[in-house]
């Protein structure tokens, strides 16, 4: 229930720390109706939730940039009520959600002087603090706290100046390699000089003395050094330092106010990695005793940051937070909006049982019937269409390859063009396109119309595979992505299993002048068609359009599937397409590696798919009971994509599987290689089915994983589809008159290159995470321009192994 009235301090006339006046009971302004109560959030406020912890912007609306006449006036405690009262009213661009490792009082030494010391060493982008750099800060005091405790995380040498010993052994235990007594040692800035190497001096320092202490800091600073200009603690001089000073040194003199909201986020950001804990001072005041923790301020003697000591009834609440003003939003198109989130382990059990029911069965028979359209054509080549259409020597192959090349062809663009299509209007009108060129190959005669029919089903299916990873992941997030994606995937095994049973029953149809192989196009493209209606009526575009979700539900589908790490969430919905997220897809080694990993895993996939019929056949038995024989490996792979996909969730491992599934296709391989019995064939035929359909599904998981944000995704999971598709293409050479064996030697080798393949990735990203965790790559953090877009890149995402 909203408040009536608030206590505060104010601010009157009278001089000196009289002015401070406490008043116990003070009236609440009316609210506005753009404004909302936080114990009920308004529709418009997005970003913060009743009893989210927050902290307040010093400059209510520096949100990015430099600081204009105009963000000057929207300083609190100047043009704007201060914080020294227990209830207050701010825009939603004015408050940044607190870092989630630190208590209420350890939150309330953001504001002023962490920020302060954040923005002295990240804030100018052309010389950003950087792990190696050395840093010289002035005393003990708040901002130079933070700025040793920033430095020393990044891994930069810091170097301070203090006037006892008892403080001097108190920086030591932080990590300080390098403390200086300036009252016994007033020639300070030689000496820090003469610690660097090469005596070039220090590259950053944090200058809280002002006049007193600045020809010091420029006997410190090095060419092309940063000097952060803060305060003047040493009071006023007669003799001003010359700014001849500043030319000899050739260095850059910043004055320092506070930092923006975006410097605030990405230093909470760096806290929550690093696990900094704030230093707070011995001595505490409450709330009442504002005027006595001025006056011990006053006295400059304190080690660490003030704070009050906080009670309940002491903290500052946000009685009401406004929407964003029209004037604030994120100009730049390119921005993606981050989000803290806590997730409602019943919210997300609810909105997972919601899209599994909407999405699942979609995905299912879209994947069900693209795959058996592309490989009914080795039914009906042993139903009599080789016969019929008169293919000789390579025609067979040549009609196989076809589709893959124009296939791998389609495949990126499709990735790019995908979510700007919408993701509903693109599968449908993909599976209406190749629905019809599966009818359309029943009616070919001759091997030149099998070419190019196979050519349009090839550009119309396209893309269809890596875009059904893509959709699968904008809904659902990571650690949950793969037994969602077994589930769909079970449809390549299943269509293998199905195609094979109904190509035995088609194949007896004879009416008119058709005979047997073309009813398998027919009847197959026909149920094609009536999937794409289903689909289209039941897919959404995207999470925050799907029918039937609460507002918990409907905020948490919005952004958890681009989570990145510490809370931290993309809204892919909202991203936009950029070349840059083009090349970070390109680029990624987790696309390189499993790029070709894929020219295995496909070249296997497909090599099964199309000839085991064939080499079924080879046992002597009729069409129709090879046809058969060829349902049960495939039933078998079915059981081994549901087992993996659950077991992988379970234990959050990736590469060890998908070796082990490498290691049974091989068994499988091999045992084709070496049989002399049409009884161990068929075993091997069980192997490889559940080795290549495990494996090619747990690869697609792992790079959909690894990925950030959607168009680095959708670059690098195109990619691997494409490279897989040239896998492909080798496949369909690989059983060619030079016998099985050949082939099945060739499919050995490229099962071979797959596991090589998982295991270099497993031992990358291990090394990766454990540089991440050392903090070896947060100078990213300091040297994006945006680094929210960093996503996978970013110094927080974890790689799975």
Same mark, same amino acid.
């Given at each position: ?588 080694? &987790?696309?390189?590696?499993? @790029?070709?990993? $894929?020219?295995?895993?496909? !070249?296997?996939?497909? *090599?099964? %798919?199309? #000839? =085991? ?58 045992? &084709?290689?070496?049989?002399? @019995?049409?009884? $161990?064939?068929?075993?091997? !035929?069980?192997?490889? *089915?559940? %080795?290549? #359909? =495990? ?107």
């Amino acid at each position: 229930m909203p408040v009536k009235s608030t206590s505060q301090w104010i601010v009157t006339p009278n001089a000196g720390f009289d002015a401070l006046q406490y008043e116990a009971s003070v009236a609440i302004p009316d609210l506005k109706e753009t404004q909302c109560l936080v114990v009920v959030i308004g529709s418009k406020v997005t970003e913060f939730q009743v009893g989210d912890k927050v902290s307040i912007l010093f400059m209510q609306d520096h949100l990015d940039g430099i600081i204009t006449p105009q963000i000057r006036q929207s300083t609190l405690g100047s043009q704007r009520d201060g914080v020294l009262r227990q209830y207050g009213i701010f825009e939603e661009t004015g408050l940044v959600t607190l870092p989630k490792s630190l208590s209420y009082i350890e939150g309330s030494t953001l504001p002023c002087a962490a920020v302060t010391a954040w923005n002295c060493l990240f804030g100018l982008k052309s010389n950003p603090l950087q792990k190696g750099d050395i840093v010289l800060t002035q005393g003990t005091g708040g901002v130079s706290l933070f700025a040793i405790q920033f430095a020393l995380a990044i891994g930069a040498t810091v170097i301070v100046t203090t006037s006892t010993v008892e403080k001097e052994q108190k920086l030591k235990a932080l990590g300080v390699c390098h403390v200086i007594n300036y009252k016994s040692d007033p020639n300070w800035g030689e000496t820090a000089k003469s610690i660097t190497p090469d005596g070039l001096g220090v590259h950053h320092v944090i200058e809280v003395g002002g006049e007193s202490t600045i020809p010091q800091t420029m006997k410190a600073i090095r060419p092309e050094g940063v000097v952060s200009m803060i305060g003047f603690l040493g009071g006023k001089m007669n003799n001003q330092t010359s700014f001849s000073l500043i030319q000899q040194q050739l260095c850059i003199v910043r004055g320092m106010n506070v930092g923006s909201r975006k410097l605030f986020c990405e230093m909470n950001s760096f806290i929550d990695s690093k696990g900094i804990k704030p230093i707070l001072s011995d001595q505490t005041f409450n709330f009442q005793a504002a005027k006595e923790a001025y006056k011990y301020m006053d006295l400059q003697d304190f080690w660490a940051n003030m704070f009050s000591d906080i009670k309940a009834d002491d903290l500052m609440h946000i009685e009401s937070i406004t929407p964003k003003s029209e004037n604030l939003e994120d100009k730049n198109a390119d921005a993606l909006q981050l989000e803290q989130i806590s997730i409602d382990p019943k919210v997300e059990r609810s909105l997972n049982r919601k899209f599994d029911f909407r999405i699942l069965p979609c995905l299912f028979l879209i994947y069900f019937f693209s795959f058996m359209d592309r490989s009914s054509i080795g039914n009906a080549s042993i139903a009599g269409l080789n016969a019929d259409l008169k293919l000789e020597g390579k025609a067979f192959e040549t009609a196989l390859a076809l589709f893959f090349v124009v296939y791998l062809i389609v495949d990126i663009p499709a990735g790019w063009v995908f979510k700007s299509i919408g993701p509903r209007y693109f599968l449908s009108l993909s599976i209406f396109c190749f629905g019809i060129c599966t009818i359309c190959l029943g009616f070919v005669t001759t091997a030149s119309q099998l070419y190019a029919v196979r050519c349009l089903l090839g550009f119309c299916e396209g893309g269809l595979t890596p875009c059904l990873y893509l959709y699968i992941a904008l809904f659902y997030k990571h650690t949950g992505i793969q037994k969602r994606m077994a589930w769909f995937y079970t449809a390549a095994p299943l269509s293998g299993a199905i195609g094979g049973l109904l190509a035995s029953g088609l194949g007896k149809i004879n009416v008119g002048r058709f005979k047997a192989w073309p009813w398998i196009f027919f009847i197959e493209g026909a149920l094609t068609l009536l999937v794409r209606i289903f689909c289209f009526l039941r897919l959404p575009n995207f999470p925050s359009q799907t029918r039937g979700l609460t507002d918990a539900e409907l905020q948490l589908a919005r952004v958890r599937g681009g989570a990145i790490g510490n809370g931290i969430n993309i809204d892919q919905e909202k991203e936009k397409f950029s070349w840059n997220k083009v090349r970070d897809g390109f680029l990624d080694w &987790n696309t390189i590696i499993l @790029s070709l990993a $894929a020219i295995g895993s496909y !070249c296997n996939i497909y *090599a099964y %798919g199309l #000839f =085991s019929p064939t080499i079924i056949k080879t046992f002597g038995y009729s069409t129709i009971h090879s046809q058969l024989l060829s349902v049960a490996p495939y039933i078998f792979a079915i059981l081994c994509v549901l087992f993996c996909g659950y077991l992988f969730d379970y234990l959050h491992l990736r590469g060890p599987f998908m070796i082990g599934a490498c290691i049974l296709q091989a068994v499988g391989w091999i045992i &084709n290689i070496a049989a002399k @019995s049409n009884t $161990a064939t068929y075993f091997g !035929c069980f192997l490889i *089915a559940g %080795g290549v #359909f =495990s494996g090619i599904n747990l690869m697609a998981s792992w790079l959909t994983e690894n990925l950030q944000p959607h168009y680095v995704r959708a670059t690098g999971i195109s990619l691997s589809v494409t490279m897989g598709t040239c896998g492909g293409i080798i496949a369909t050479f690989t059983y060619m008159d030079t016998g099985s064996n050949v082939g099945n030697w060739v499919q050995l080798g490229m099962c071979i290159l797959s596991a090589i393949c998982a295991g270099f990735l497993m031992w990358k990203n291990n090394a990766e995470n454990k540089l991440r965790q050392r903090g070896g790559r947060d100078y990213r953090l300091h040297n994006a321009s945006s680094p929210e877009q960093l996503g996978s890149r970013h110094p927080a995402f974890v790689l799975s192994l």
